[in-house]
Protein backbone atom coordinates (compact mmCIF):
# COMPACT_ATOMS: atom_id res chain seq x y z
CA UNK A 1 0.00 0.00 0.00
CA UNK A 2 0.65 4.04 -0.26
CA UNK A 3 0.33 5.28 3.58
CA UNK A 4 1.92 8.67 3.39
CA UNK A 5 2.62 10.73 5.91
CA UNK A 6 3.52 14.53 5.90
CA UNK A 7 3.32 17.17 8.53
CA UNK A 8 0.10 19.10 9.01
CA UNK A 9 1.18 22.42 8.98
CA UNK A 10 3.83 24.60 8.80
CA UNK A 11 4.95 28.26 9.19
CA UNK A 12 8.06 29.96 7.42
CA UNK A 13 9.00 33.64 7.17
CA UNK A 14 8.86 35.78 3.90
CA UNK A 15 12.71 35.34 1.98
CA UNK A 16 13.55 31.99 4.22
CA UNK A 17 14.03 28.24 3.04
CA UNK A 18 11.05 25.44 3.99
CA UNK A 19 11.91 21.71 3.81
CA UNK A 20 8.44 19.69 3.77
CA UNK A 21 8.89 15.86 4.60
CA UNK A 22 7.22 12.93 3.26
CA UNK A 23 7.41 9.42 4.38
CA UNK A 24 5.31 6.54 2.35
CA UNK A 25 5.47 2.96 2.45
CA UNK A 26 7.79 1.51 -0.66
CA UNK A 27 5.21 -1.79 -1.32
CA UNK A 28 4.68 -1.39 -5.29
CA UNK A 29 6.03 2.01 -5.55
CA UNK A 30 7.39 3.47 -8.68
CA UNK A 31 7.66 7.43 -8.42
CA UNK A 32 6.65 9.97 -5.97
CA UNK A 33 4.94 13.53 -6.77
CA UNK A 34 4.89 16.97 -5.34
CA UNK A 35 1.72 19.30 -6.06
CA UNK A 36 0.73 22.74 -4.86
CA UNK A 37 -2.75 23.48 -4.01
CA UNK A 38 -4.45 27.14 -3.09
CA UNK A 39 -7.44 26.21 -1.16
CA UNK A 40 -10.68 25.92 -3.20
CA UNK A 41 -8.46 25.27 -6.26
CA UNK A 42 -7.12 22.06 -8.30
CA UNK A 43 -3.61 20.96 -7.25
CA UNK A 44 -1.24 21.80 -9.52
CA UNK A 45 2.04 19.60 -10.52
CA UNK A 46 5.49 20.90 -8.97
CA UNK A 47 7.93 18.01 -9.43
CA UNK A 48 8.11 14.51 -9.76
CA UNK A 49 11.21 11.42 -8.65
CA UNK A 50 11.36 8.28 -9.32
CA UNK A 51 15.28 7.71 -8.49
CA UNK A 52 17.37 8.83 -5.75
CA UNK A 53 18.25 12.26 -5.47
CA UNK A 54 17.80 15.80 -6.06
CA UNK A 55 15.46 17.61 -8.36
CA UNK A 56 15.69 21.01 -8.70
CA UNK A 57 13.24 23.04 -10.37
CA UNK A 58 13.87 27.23 -9.89
CA UNK A 59 13.34 27.89 -6.38
CA UNK A 60 11.83 24.25 -5.52
CA UNK A 61 13.78 20.97 -5.08
CA UNK A 62 12.40 17.83 -4.34
CA UNK A 63 14.57 15.00 -2.90
CA UNK A 64 14.04 11.20 -2.88
CA UNK A 65 15.52 7.94 -0.67
CA UNK A 66 13.60 5.30 -2.15
CA UNK A 67 15.32 2.69 0.05
CA UNK A 68 14.36 5.12 3.15
CA UNK A 69 11.01 5.27 1.92
CA UNK A 70 11.38 9.46 2.11
CA UNK A 71 11.11 12.46 0.21
CA UNK A 72 11.42 15.94 0.97
CA UNK A 73 10.33 19.48 -1.00
CA UNK A 74 12.59 22.24 -0.49
CA UNK A 75 11.07 25.86 -1.11
CA UNK A 76 13.44 28.58 -0.84
CA UNK A 77 13.25 32.39 -1.12
CA UNK A 78 10.20 32.04 0.24
CA UNK A 79 7.06 34.41 -1.26
CA UNK A 80 4.18 34.94 0.09
CA UNK A 81 2.59 33.49 -2.62
CA UNK A 82 3.68 30.38 -1.57
CA UNK A 83 1.09 30.58 1.71
CA UNK A 84 -0.46 26.64 0.12
CA UNK A 85 -1.21 23.27 1.07
CA UNK A 86 1.69 20.80 -0.72
CA UNK A 87 0.68 17.72 -1.31
CA UNK A 88 2.80 14.29 -1.71
CA UNK A 89 1.72 11.83 -4.05
CA UNK A 90 2.65 8.09 -4.67
CA UNK A 91 2.15 6.22 -7.69
CA UNK A 92 2.60 2.02 -7.23
CA UNK A 93 1.57 -0.65 -9.20
CA UNK A 94 0.88 -1.84 -12.58
CA UNK A 95 -2.18 0.14 -12.92
CA UNK A 96 -0.85 2.96 -11.79
CA UNK A 97 -2.93 4.11 -8.90
CA UNK A 98 -1.58 7.30 -7.23
CA UNK A 99 -2.26 7.95 -3.75
CA UNK A 100 -2.11 11.51 -2.24
CA UNK A 101 -1.13 12.21 1.40
CA UNK A 102 -3.29 14.61 3.71
CA UNK A 103 -1.01 17.76 2.38
CA UNK A 104 1.47 20.00 4.35
CA UNK A 105 -0.75 23.60 4.98
CA UNK A 106 2.56 26.21 4.70
CA UNK A 107 1.59 29.70 5.89
CA UNK A 108 4.38 32.11 4.98
CA UNK A 109 4.93 35.41 7.14
CA UNK A 110 6.43 38.58 6.75
CA UNK B 1 -7.10 24.31 -25.75
CA UNK B 2 -6.34 20.86 -24.77
CA UNK B 3 -7.81 20.58 -20.64
CA UNK B 4 -9.97 18.16 -18.30
CA UNK B 5 -13.27 19.95 -17.68
CA UNK B 6 -16.04 18.44 -14.92
CA UNK B 7 -19.22 20.36 -14.33
CA UNK B 8 -21.20 21.17 -12.80
CA UNK B 9 -19.22 23.37 -10.33
CA UNK B 10 -21.64 23.35 -7.70
CA UNK B 11 -24.19 20.50 -6.94
CA UNK B 12 -27.20 20.05 -4.19
CA UNK B 13 -28.05 16.59 -3.41
CA UNK B 14 -31.13 15.74 -1.63
CA UNK B 15 -31.67 12.30 0.61
CA UNK B 16 -31.78 9.41 -1.11
CA UNK B 17 -30.97 10.84 -4.24
CA UNK B 18 -28.02 9.68 -6.77
CA UNK B 19 -26.17 12.42 -8.54
CA UNK B 20 -24.06 11.97 -11.76
CA UNK B 21 -20.55 14.27 -11.71
CA UNK B 22 -19.03 14.66 -14.75
CA UNK B 23 -15.36 14.81 -16.27
CA UNK B 24 -14.21 14.72 -19.87
CA UNK B 25 -10.75 15.76 -20.96
CA UNK B 26 -9.04 16.80 -24.70
CA UNK B 27 -6.03 15.42 -23.84
CA UNK B 28 -5.92 12.45 -25.15
CA UNK B 29 -4.91 10.85 -21.97
CA UNK B 30 -4.84 7.11 -20.67
CA UNK B 31 -5.56 6.87 -17.12
CA UNK B 32 -8.13 8.92 -14.98
CA UNK B 33 -9.13 9.78 -11.45
CA UNK B 34 -11.61 10.27 -8.87
CA UNK B 35 -10.95 12.16 -5.55
CA UNK B 36 -12.91 13.71 -2.97
CA UNK B 37 -10.96 15.87 -0.20
CA UNK B 38 -12.56 17.05 2.75
CA UNK B 39 -11.88 20.68 4.34
CA UNK B 40 -8.76 20.83 5.26
CA UNK B 41 -7.43 16.99 4.36
CA UNK B 42 -5.62 15.85 1.68
CA UNK B 43 -7.05 13.92 -1.59
CA UNK B 44 -8.76 10.63 -1.01
CA UNK B 45 -8.99 7.97 -4.35
CA UNK B 46 -12.14 6.90 -4.88
CA UNK B 47 -12.02 4.94 -8.57
CA UNK B 48 -9.55 5.27 -11.10
CA UNK B 49 -9.49 3.72 -14.81
CA UNK B 50 -5.99 3.00 -17.28
CA UNK B 51 -8.46 2.04 -20.20
CA UNK B 52 -11.90 2.13 -21.40
CA UNK B 53 -14.24 -0.38 -19.89
CA UNK B 54 -11.86 -0.92 -16.81
CA UNK B 55 -11.65 0.54 -13.44
CA UNK B 56 -10.28 -0.29 -10.92
CA UNK B 57 -11.66 0.60 -6.50
CA UNK B 58 -9.36 3.27 -4.76
CA UNK B 59 -9.64 3.58 -1.24
CA UNK B 60 -12.74 4.58 -0.65
CA UNK B 61 -15.26 3.36 -3.21
CA UNK B 62 -18.27 2.36 -1.72
CA UNK B 63 -21.33 4.47 -2.12
CA UNK B 64 -19.98 5.81 -5.37
CA UNK B 65 -20.17 4.29 -8.99
CA UNK B 66 -17.72 5.15 -12.25
CA UNK B 67 -18.16 4.27 -15.60
CA UNK B 68 -15.48 4.55 -18.52
CA UNK B 69 -17.12 4.31 -21.69
CA UNK B 70 -14.85 6.27 -23.95
CA UNK B 71 -11.35 7.23 -23.08
CA UNK B 72 -12.30 11.27 -23.07
CA UNK B 73 -14.89 10.50 -20.15
CA UNK B 74 -14.99 9.40 -16.74
CA UNK B 75 -18.69 10.08 -15.23
CA UNK B 76 -18.81 9.42 -11.10
CA UNK B 77 -21.89 8.75 -9.53
CA UNK B 78 -22.62 9.26 -5.69
CA UNK B 79 -25.53 7.03 -4.57
CA UNK B 80 -27.95 7.35 -1.88
CA UNK B 81 -25.73 4.60 -0.26
CA UNK B 82 -22.92 7.50 0.30
CA UNK B 83 -24.03 8.75 4.02
CA UNK B 84 -21.90 11.42 3.95
CA UNK B 85 -21.38 12.58 0.55
CA UNK B 86 -20.86 16.28 0.95
CA UNK B 87 -17.05 17.51 -0.05
CA UNK B 88 -15.06 18.73 -2.63
CA UNK B 89 -14.87 16.64 -5.94
CA UNK B 90 -11.94 16.36 -8.01
CA UNK B 91 -11.38 14.51 -11.26
CA UNK B 92 -7.47 14.07 -12.64
CA UNK B 93 -6.16 12.63 -15.81
CA UNK B 94 -2.62 11.54 -17.07
CA UNK B 95 -0.66 9.26 -19.89
CA UNK B 96 -0.11 6.08 -17.82
CA UNK B 97 3.71 6.32 -18.33
CA UNK B 98 4.75 6.17 -14.68
CA UNK B 99 6.56 9.41 -14.96
CA UNK B 100 3.32 12.03 -16.25
CA UNK B 101 1.92 13.88 -13.79
CA UNK B 102 -1.89 14.37 -13.19
CA UNK B 103 -3.78 16.99 -14.66
CA UNK B 104 -6.34 18.21 -12.46
CA UNK B 105 -10.14 20.01 -13.28
CA UNK B 106 -11.49 22.84 -11.24
CA UNK B 107 -13.69 20.55 -9.04
CA UNK B 108 -16.83 19.75 -8.58
CA UNK B 109 -18.34 20.80 -4.54
CA UNK B 110 -21.28 18.39 -3.67
CA UNK B 111 -23.58 19.52 -1.01
CA UNK B 112 -26.48 18.00 0.93
CA UNK B 113 -30.10 19.73 1.57
Known amino acids: GQNIDQPTEMTATEGAIVQINCTYQ??????LFWYQQHAGEAPTFLSYNVLDGLEEKGRFSSFLSRSKGYSYLLLKELQMKDSASYLCAGSSGGYQKVTFGTGTKLQVIP | DGGITQSPKYLFRKEGQNVTLSCEQNLNHDAMYWYRQDPGQGLRLIYYSQIVNDFQKGDIAEGYSVSREKKESFPLTVTSAQKNPTAFYLC????????????FGDGTRLSIL
Open chain 2, 92 to 103: ASRFSSSNQPQH
Open chain 1, 26 to 31: TSGFNG
